[in-house]
């Protein structure tokens, strides 16, 4: 900044001129940074000879197909997850507090610059003002010389701490000091004393300026005054190095801080970073435990976030992995255990057969038998590997009276005996006929094997309410389907193993046909369906078996409907109202 002023009073002419010089740093950083993930391709050719035939002879030629070039399997990090999120958190938070250093201390260097000038233009504003009026206020006269006006002014002033005020006019130097600075062997250092740099900046053609030397930075002003045609100069010098070293001791104290925080942050991060990946690491350590004959570990689920479902997902994926590794075992379980009998009884007869016709035509009788035996024990175990697959069961709109009368149809040609459809339930329903049909055959085949011959098989079909239920839901219920017989009935204690694999409960003899899967087939069917197989027997009172299937309905209704008489006068002749204990 430059300013001039010209002023004539009382005979004194007066020139002032300043520049106040003003400086700023600004800090300044860089990086870059570029990085290239090299790729590596690889290319095949290949080349095939031509054939010719020549003389009935057929010629081929073929070059081989030079290896395929693998890519190199690249190797992750060997740090830890933990480690790295806490250094990666470690470095960021470093990172910020690094720059918000720097910035602070070019704010704090850019202050103490801006408060240095401010206060050279407050004692240069001061002095003009003082010299303009050019007039002695102790006589009223004007100023006979230079020296008197600059030493009436200095000692009226008070520098601040680090100023210093010179006056220089004729052969004399008039100084106020505050600048409280010294040498470098401990003695008082004083600007006017230093006649190599008070001559630097009296020499110098600029009005201000800035100086560096052992007392650290000098800014400096000067205003050249001209009294009775006497030349003088009002010089201003701030030292800022006091306030410098103020500041370096802020920026000390806050890296100090800094540094505290920053070691405080690193230990924070790994906690949490730890507490974070603890489910990935129950995740491993269930993983390391998880062996071929024990898949039952399973990763405890504390929280509802990301990793939350992770581990649950995983849970979830082991208990596909366990259900279907039960299943493949106990399909294996099951084939060995009751395949080994009929094996064993062929290989017997094998063995003893002789030469008599009766005793082979007795031993291929008992090998047909036997044979027979496996083949329906591999079928239904078969049929019970696929009921763990979800396609096992194919709902589709039903007509529930029309797959009652097919049901009964298939019956009629199942033994010679009365089949009674007591009840039909109408409607529309989404299931699976065929499984639900193929469950009311083999409770009528029980029904056959272990009740006396010609006695009736009563069963039915019918909607009742589901108290499971819930309420504004679609119209629906509980499909039944049942049969009951006249047999022998079944033992209390047996009653909670009838629908599993490979029990005979109620069997008189071990001679009687079947192997004890037919039931679980009825409960794998009921399961794939949402709904359950039930029997209620009692000894000599014959047995209820029934399944109950959830289904939403369009209408439904339970009833022995005349139309169907009238379709079908020899099924009316077999319906009759069904008495005593219902099932239920």
């Not at 008070?198 to 800035?210: M, Q």
């Amino acid at each position: 900044m430059m300013m001039a002023t010209g002023m004539t009073t009382a005979g004194t002419t007066m020139t002032v001129a300043m520049t106040t010089a003003m400086t700023s740093r600004r800090p300044a950083a860089a990086a870059s940074s570029s990085g290239s993930t090299p790729s590596a391709t690889a290319d095949r050719s290949q080349e095939t000879g031509g054939g010719g035939q020549e003389h009935g002879r057929q010629e081929h030629s073929a070059e081989p197909d030079p290896p395929s070039v693998e890519p190199a399997a690249s190797r992750g990090s060997r740090i830890p997850a933990r480690w790295r999120i806490a250094g990666w958190i470690v470095l960021t938070t470093g990172f910020t507090l690094l720059v918000l250093i720097l910035v602070m201390r070019s704010l704090l260097i850019n202050d103490v610059e801006t408060a240095a000038n401010v206060a050279i233009e407050q004692e240069a504003d001061e002095f003009r003002t003082f010299a303009r009026e050019g007039v002695d206020p102790r006589t009223g006269e004007p100023f006979e010389s230079v020296a008197e006006l600059l030493e009436l002014y200095l000692s009226r002033q008070h520098p601040d701490q680090g100023e210093v005020l010179i006056g220089v006019g004729g052969d004399e130097i008039l100084v106020s000091d505050n600048s409280r600075l010294t040498t470098e062997s401990g003695e008082e250092y004083h600007l006017a004393s230093d006649t190599a740099t008070l001559d630097r900046i009296l020499d110098s053609p600029d009005s201000g300026g800035v100086l560096t030397g052992e007392q650290g930075q000098l800014r400096w002003g000067k205003i050249t005054i001209n009294t009775q045609g006497e030349p003088g100069v009002f010089v201003v010098a701030e030292f800022v190095e006091n306030s410098m070293e103020a500041n370096d001791r802020i920026i000390r104290m806050t890296v100090l801080v800094a540094l505290g925080g920053l070691l405080l942050t690193a230990g924070i991060s790994y906690l949490v970073a730890g507490r974070i990946l603890a489910p990935v690491r129950s995740i491993g350590r269930a993983a390391a435990e998880i062996s071929e004959s024990d898949l039952s570990v399973r990763v405890p689920v504390r929280t509802r976030d990301d990793l939350g479902e992770l581990a649950q997902s995983f849970n979830n994926m082991l208990d596909r992995i366990e259900d279907a590794h039960t299943a493949q075992r106990r399909f294996v379980d099951d084939a060995s255990h009751e395949l080994r009998t009929p094996i064993t009884v062929i290989r017997g007869h094998l063995e003893l057969l002789g030469e008599d016709p009766g005793e082979r035509a007795a031993t291929l009788a008992v090998v047909d038998r036997e044979l027979g035996r496996m083949s329906r024990i591999v079928t239904d175990l078969l049929m019970l590997a696929k009921a763990e697959r979800p396609d096992f069961v194919v709902r589709e709109e039903t007509d529930l009276a029309k797959m009652m009368l097919d049901v009964e149809s298939t019956l009629q040609a199942l033994d010679d005996r009365p089949w009674l459809l007591m009840e039909v339930a109408e409607g529309r329903a989404a299931v699976d006929a065929q499984r639900l049909t193929q469950v009311m055959v083999q409770y009528a085949t029980n029904a056959v094997q272990y009740s006396p011959p010609g006695t009736p098989v009563r069963f039915g079909s019918t909607v009742v309410p589901d108290d499971d239920a819930g309420a504004g839901g679609p119209v629906g219920g509980l499909l039944r389907l049942w049969m009951s017989d006249a047999g022998r009935g079944i033992d209390e204690k047996d009653m909670p193993r009838v629908f599993d694999r490979f029990n005979r409960a109620g069997a008189g003899s071990a001679h009687e046909p079947g192997v004890g899967l037919g039931l679980s087939i009825v409960r794998a069917i009921a399961d794939a369906h949402g709904g359950r197989a039930w029997v209620e027997s009692a000894v000599g009172e014959g047995s209820t078996f029934g399944i109950d299937v959830p289904v939403p309905l369009d209408r439904t209704a339970v009833a022995t409907s005349d139309e169907h008489a009238a379709v079908s006068p020899q099924r009316a002749a077999l319906r009759v109202r069904r008495h005593g204990r219902e099932p239920r």
